[in-house]
T-cell receptor, first 115, second 111 residues
Framework: GAVVSQHPSRVICKSGTSVKIECRSL??????MFWYRQFPKQSLMLMAT?????????EQGVEKDKFLINHASLTLSTLTVTSAHPEDSSFYIC???????????FGQGTRLTVV | GENVGLHLPTLSVQEGDNSIINCAYS??????FIWYKQESGKGPQFIID?????DKRQGQRVTVLLNKTVKHLSLQIAATQPGDSAVYFC??????????FGKGTSLLVTP
Protein backbone atom coordinates (compact mmCIF):
# COMPACT_ATOMS: atom_id res chain seq x y z
CA GLY A 1 0.00 0.00 0.00
CA ALA A 2 0.87 3.66 -0.18
CA VAL A 3 3.34 5.04 2.34
CA VAL A 4 3.16 8.19 4.38
CA SER A 5 6.29 9.07 6.32
CA GLN A 6 6.19 11.30 9.36
CA HIS A 7 9.25 12.76 11.04
CA PRO A 8 10.37 12.93 13.78
CA SER A 9 8.75 10.05 15.61
CA ARG A 10 9.63 11.53 18.99
CA VAL A 11 10.66 15.00 20.05
CA ILE A 12 11.26 16.64 23.39
CA CYS A 13 11.45 20.40 23.47
CA LYS A 14 11.62 23.15 26.01
CA SER A 15 8.63 25.26 26.82
CA GLY A 16 8.52 28.34 24.60
CA THR A 17 10.33 26.82 21.65
CA SER A 18 8.84 25.75 18.32
CA VAL A 19 8.78 22.29 16.81
CA LYS A 20 8.27 21.30 13.19
CA ILE A 21 6.78 17.96 12.17
CA GLU A 22 7.00 16.75 8.57
CA CYS A 23 4.58 14.54 6.72
CA ARG A 24 5.53 13.11 3.33
CA SER A 25 3.62 10.94 0.90
CA LEU A 26 6.34 8.75 -0.55
CA UNK A 27 4.72 7.13 -3.55
CA UNK A 28 1.70 9.21 -4.43
CA UNK A 29 0.70 12.82 -4.75
CA UNK A 30 -1.55 14.16 -2.03
CA UNK A 31 -3.32 17.41 -2.76
CA UNK A 32 -4.85 17.16 0.69
CA MET A 33 -3.30 16.03 3.92
CA PHE A 34 -4.74 15.98 7.41
CA TRP A 35 -3.33 16.58 10.86
CA TYR A 36 -4.70 14.89 13.92
CA ARG A 37 -3.99 15.05 17.60
CA GLN A 38 -4.48 12.14 19.95
CA PHE A 39 -4.46 12.11 23.75
CA PRO A 40 -3.79 8.86 25.63
CA LYS A 41 -6.63 6.35 25.40
CA GLN A 42 -8.67 8.68 23.22
CA SER A 43 -9.61 8.85 19.60
CA LEU A 44 -7.96 10.94 16.90
CA MET A 45 -9.14 14.51 16.74
CA LEU A 46 -8.91 16.29 13.41
CA MET A 47 -6.99 19.54 13.81
CA ALA A 48 -6.76 20.84 10.28
CA THR A 49 -6.92 20.03 6.61
CA UNK A 50 -3.83 20.96 4.66
CA UNK A 51 -4.31 21.91 1.01
CA UNK A 52 -1.39 22.13 -1.38
CA UNK A 53 -0.76 25.69 -2.43
CA UNK A 54 -3.39 27.27 -0.21
CA UNK A 55 -4.15 28.00 3.41
CA UNK A 56 -5.04 25.21 5.75
CA UNK A 57 -8.56 24.80 7.06
CA UNK A 58 -8.65 24.54 10.83
CA GLU A 59 -11.25 22.79 12.93
CA GLN A 60 -13.15 24.76 15.51
CA GLY A 61 -11.12 25.40 18.62
CA VAL A 62 -7.73 24.85 16.98
CA GLU A 63 -5.53 27.95 17.05
CA LYS A 64 -4.11 28.57 13.60
CA ASP A 65 -1.37 30.83 14.94
CA LYS A 66 -0.34 28.13 17.36
CA PHE A 67 -0.34 25.26 14.89
CA LEU A 68 1.13 26.51 11.63
CA ILE A 69 0.56 24.30 8.62
CA ASN A 70 2.40 24.55 5.35
CA HIS A 71 1.67 22.36 2.34
CA ALA A 72 4.35 23.49 -0.06
CA SER A 73 4.26 20.55 -2.45
CA LEU A 74 2.07 17.61 -3.42
CA THR A 75 4.13 15.31 -1.22
CA LEU A 76 4.98 17.40 1.84
CA SER A 77 3.01 19.05 4.60
CA THR A 78 4.50 20.44 7.79
CA LEU A 79 2.98 21.23 11.15
CA THR A 80 4.82 23.69 13.37
CA VAL A 81 3.83 23.93 17.00
CA THR A 82 4.84 27.45 17.96
CA SER A 83 5.79 28.57 21.45
CA ALA A 84 5.09 25.11 22.75
CA HIS A 85 3.76 24.59 26.25
CA PRO A 86 3.41 21.41 28.32
CA GLU A 87 -0.29 21.19 27.44
CA ASP A 88 0.73 20.81 23.79
CA SER A 89 2.35 17.49 24.66
CA SER A 90 0.49 14.90 22.64
CA PHE A 91 0.67 12.41 19.80
CA TYR A 92 0.36 14.14 16.43
CA ILE A 93 -0.54 12.13 13.33
CA CYS A 94 -0.83 13.09 9.68
CA UNK A 95 -2.70 11.33 6.93
CA UNK A 96 -3.07 11.64 3.18
CA UNK A 97 -5.37 10.32 0.49
CA UNK A 98 -4.56 10.02 -3.17
CA UNK A 99 -8.17 10.57 -4.22
CA UNK A 100 -11.48 11.46 -2.68
CA UNK A 101 -13.40 8.67 -0.99
CA UNK A 102 -10.47 6.33 -0.87
CA UNK A 103 -8.53 5.06 2.09
CA UNK A 104 -6.37 7.49 3.98
CA UNK A 105 -2.83 6.45 4.79
CA PHE A 106 -1.35 7.52 8.06
CA GLY A 107 2.10 8.49 9.15
CA GLN A 108 3.74 6.80 12.10
CA GLY A 109 2.87 9.66 14.42
CA THR A 110 5.02 12.06 16.42
CA ARG A 111 5.17 11.97 20.18
CA LEU A 112 5.74 15.54 21.33
CA THR A 113 6.79 16.17 24.91
CA VAL A 114 7.18 19.75 26.07
CA VAL A 115 9.17 20.18 29.26
CA GLY B 1 -1.16 18.59 30.99
CA GLU B 2 -2.98 16.27 28.67
CA ASN B 3 -6.70 15.55 28.95
CA VAL B 4 -7.49 12.38 30.80
CA GLY B 5 -10.90 11.90 29.28
CA LEU B 6 -12.78 8.63 29.27
CA HIS B 7 -10.97 5.35 28.97
CA LEU B 8 -11.55 3.35 25.82
CA PRO B 9 -14.00 0.47 26.09
CA THR B 10 -12.14 -2.81 26.21
CA LEU B 11 -13.05 -6.12 24.63
CA SER B 12 -11.21 -9.11 25.98
CA VAL B 13 -11.29 -12.35 23.97
CA GLN B 14 -9.46 -15.63 24.07
CA GLU B 15 -7.11 -16.57 21.29
CA GLY B 16 -8.95 -18.44 18.60
CA ASP B 17 -12.34 -16.95 19.37
CA ASN B 18 -14.14 -14.54 17.08
CA SER B 19 -14.25 -10.84 17.98
CA ILE B 20 -16.96 -8.34 17.19
CA ILE B 21 -16.26 -4.65 17.57
CA ASN B 22 -19.09 -2.18 17.19
CA CYS B 23 -19.20 1.44 16.16
CA ALA B 24 -21.93 4.07 15.80
CA TYR B 25 -21.45 6.86 13.32
CA SER B 26 -23.06 10.26 13.29
CA UNK B 27 -23.59 11.52 9.77
CA UNK B 28 -26.33 9.83 7.77
CA UNK B 29 -24.89 11.39 4.61
CA UNK B 30 -21.52 9.64 5.00
CA UNK B 31 -21.00 7.19 2.17
CA UNK B 32 -17.64 5.66 2.92
CA PHE B 33 -16.38 4.00 6.07
CA ILE B 34 -13.04 2.59 7.14
CA TRP B 35 -11.84 0.45 10.01
CA TYR B 36 -8.38 1.14 11.36
CA LYS B 37 -6.14 -0.71 13.77
CA GLN B 38 -3.79 1.25 15.96
CA GLU B 39 -1.00 -0.32 17.95
CA SER B 40 0.55 1.53 20.84
CA GLY B 41 2.69 4.46 19.75
CA LYS B 42 1.93 4.02 16.06
CA GLY B 43 -0.31 5.60 13.48
CA PRO B 44 -3.57 3.92 12.43
CA GLN B 45 -3.33 1.10 9.94
CA PHE B 46 -6.03 0.41 7.34
CA ILE B 47 -7.93 -2.85 7.84
CA ILE B 48 -10.99 -2.77 5.62
CA ASP B 49 -13.42 -0.31 4.10
CA UNK B 50 -17.01 -0.32 2.92
CA UNK B 51 -19.15 1.99 0.85
CA UNK B 52 -22.71 2.85 1.65
CA UNK B 53 -24.11 0.88 -1.29
CA UNK B 54 -23.00 -2.30 0.46
CA ASP B 55 -23.99 -3.85 3.76
CA LYS B 56 -21.20 -6.39 4.07
CA ARG B 57 -17.64 -6.74 2.93
CA GLN B 58 -15.16 -9.48 3.67
CA GLY B 59 -11.42 -9.47 3.82
CA GLN B 60 -8.88 -11.89 5.14
CA ARG B 61 -10.21 -12.95 8.57
CA VAL B 62 -12.18 -9.70 8.82
CA THR B 63 -15.73 -8.77 7.89
CA VAL B 64 -17.35 -5.36 8.08
CA LEU B 65 -21.10 -4.97 8.38
CA LEU B 66 -22.90 -1.70 7.73
CA ASN B 67 -26.41 -0.91 8.93
CA LYS B 68 -27.35 2.47 7.55
CA THR B 69 -30.78 2.43 9.16
CA VAL B 70 -29.31 2.69 12.63
CA LYS B 71 -25.97 4.17 11.57
CA HIS B 72 -23.97 1.26 12.88
CA LEU B 73 -20.81 -0.50 11.79
CA SER B 74 -19.26 -3.66 13.08
CA LEU B 75 -15.94 -5.34 12.54
CA GLN B 76 -15.73 -9.08 12.93
CA ILE B 77 -12.35 -10.73 13.35
CA ALA B 78 -12.28 -14.49 12.93
CA ALA B 79 -9.95 -16.70 14.93
CA THR B 80 -8.50 -13.79 16.86
CA GLN B 81 -4.76 -13.91 17.40
CA PRO B 82 -2.49 -12.17 19.96
CA GLY B 83 -1.23 -9.91 17.18
CA ASP B 84 -4.74 -8.55 16.81
CA SER B 85 -4.46 -6.85 20.20
CA ALA B 86 -4.73 -3.14 19.49
CA VAL B 87 -7.18 -0.27 19.49
CA TYR B 88 -9.71 -0.35 16.66
CA PHE B 89 -11.37 2.75 15.27
CA CYS B 90 -14.11 3.15 12.76
CA UNK B 91 -14.00 6.28 10.63
CA UNK B 92 -16.58 7.89 8.41
CA UNK B 93 -15.52 9.99 5.45
CA UNK B 94 -16.94 13.48 5.18
CA UNK B 95 -16.63 15.78 2.21
CA UNK B 96 -14.76 13.15 0.28
CA UNK B 97 -11.60 13.27 2.34
CA UNK B 98 -11.77 14.13 6.01
CA UNK B 99 -12.16 11.30 8.47
CA UNK B 100 -14.23 11.50 11.61
CA PHE B 101 -13.11 8.83 14.01
CA GLY B 102 -15.24 6.93 16.45
CA LYS B 103 -14.22 6.59 20.08
CA GLY B 104 -12.29 3.37 19.56
CA THR B 105 -12.29 -0.03 21.23
CA SER B 106 -9.31 -1.68 22.83
CA LEU B 107 -9.09 -5.35 21.89
CA LEU B 108 -7.13 -7.58 24.24
CA VAL B 109 -6.44 -11.12 23.13
CA THR B 110 -5.51 -13.54 25.88
CA PRO B 111 -3.75 -16.85 25.24
Amino acid sequence: GAVVSQHPSRVICKSGTSVKIECRSLDFQATTMFWYRQFPKQSLMLMATSNEGSKATYEQGVEKDKFLINHASLTLSTLTVTSAHPEDSSFYICSASARMNTEAFFGQGTRLTVV
Amino acid sequence: GENVGLHLPTLSVQEGDNSIINCAYSNSASDYFIWYKQESGKGPQFIIDIRSNMDKRQGQRVTVLLNKTVKHLSLQIAATQPGDSAVYFCAEVNSGYALNFGKGTSLLVTP
